[in-house]
């Protein structure tokens, strides 16, 4: 588990094809990994990777093709910088949110504008996220913990500070610019939980619809 506060911006240094997946071979600059052993996590990009070796200034992670199907690291290229976060400990501080590592789908950069010392994005998520994102709910993107300022159907709005901006791979984000997004993980229980007795006949996707709300008391039949 995470946090979505990055550590480190680190670069890639290699990419190893392997049989149909790749190894990633990864320089993590200011992470302090003193207290990294071989089989620890460390989220890049807002991806859980397992660290197989550590030769000092970095490691090195093995990527399947599941991961490289449903994320951005597929995209990656020698130099990419990304965002580190290493597992999260009992008596961390949970600055961000609970964050799994775990990706539910690609965004796309719409818009990037100057408000002040802030920067505004607009980000448009795939279509069956939509439903998890909320105004002033928790969102992670490439990683990090942010807070949704807007929503507007599949698209919604980021507003970041210039800390943010500074510690992160966010000042590469232009429009166009691909993200890993992972939606709040309570919001995905809640939605099991609300299913009840019909989660087992829900095929991996939703059958929570407006008539299912009313019918069980979440809202008012119209």
């Known amino acids: 588990m995470f946090t979505g506060i990055i550590e480190a911006v680190g670069s890639i240094r290699a990419i190893e094809p392997r049989g149909g997946d790749v190894r990633l071979h990864i320089a993590t600059g200011k992470l302090d990994l003193a207290d990294v052993k071989l089989g620890?996590?460390?989220?890049?990009?807002?991806?859980?990777?397992?660290?197989?070796?550590?030769?000092?200034d970095g490691f090195v992670a093995d990527v399947s093709t599941e991961t490289l199907t449903r994320s951005t690291l597929k995209t990656l290229k020698v130099g990419t910088r990304v965002n580190l976060e290493k597992a999260l400990q009992p008596q961390s501080r949970l600055g961000g949110h609970i964050v799994s590592g775990h990706v539910d789908g690609i965004g796309e950069v719409v818009s990037r504008e100057s408000s002040a010392r802030a920067v505004l994005f607009r980000v448009r998520a795939p279509k069956e996220l939509a439903k998890y994102i909320a105004e002033k709910g928790s969102i992670t993107?490439?990683?990090?913990?942010?807070?949704?300022?807007?929503?507007?159907?599949?698209?919604?709005?980021?507003?970041?500070?210039?800390?943010?901006?500074?510690?992160?791979?966010?000042a590469g984000w232009q429009p166009g610019t691909v993200l890993n997004l992972e939606v709040d993980v309570i919001a995905r229980y809640l939605e099991r939980l609300l299913l009840g007795n019909n989660a087992a006949s829900a095929n991996g996707g939703s059958n929570i619809t407006t008539e299912f709300l009313a019918e069980n008391g979440f809202m008012r039949k119209g």
Do not use: M
Not at 40 to 56: F, H, K, Q, R, Y
Not at 146 to 152: A, C, D, E, I, K
Not at 156 to 168: A, G, K, R, S
């Open 141 to 170: 993107t490439d990683g990090i913990s942010l807070t949704v300022n807007g929503v507007h159907g599949a698209e919604f709005d980021l507003t970041i500070v210039p800390h943010t901006v500074q510690e992160t791979n966010i």
């Open 40 to 56: 620890d996590s460390i989220a890049t990009n807002g991806v859980c990777l397992t660290a197989v070796e550590l030769p000092g």
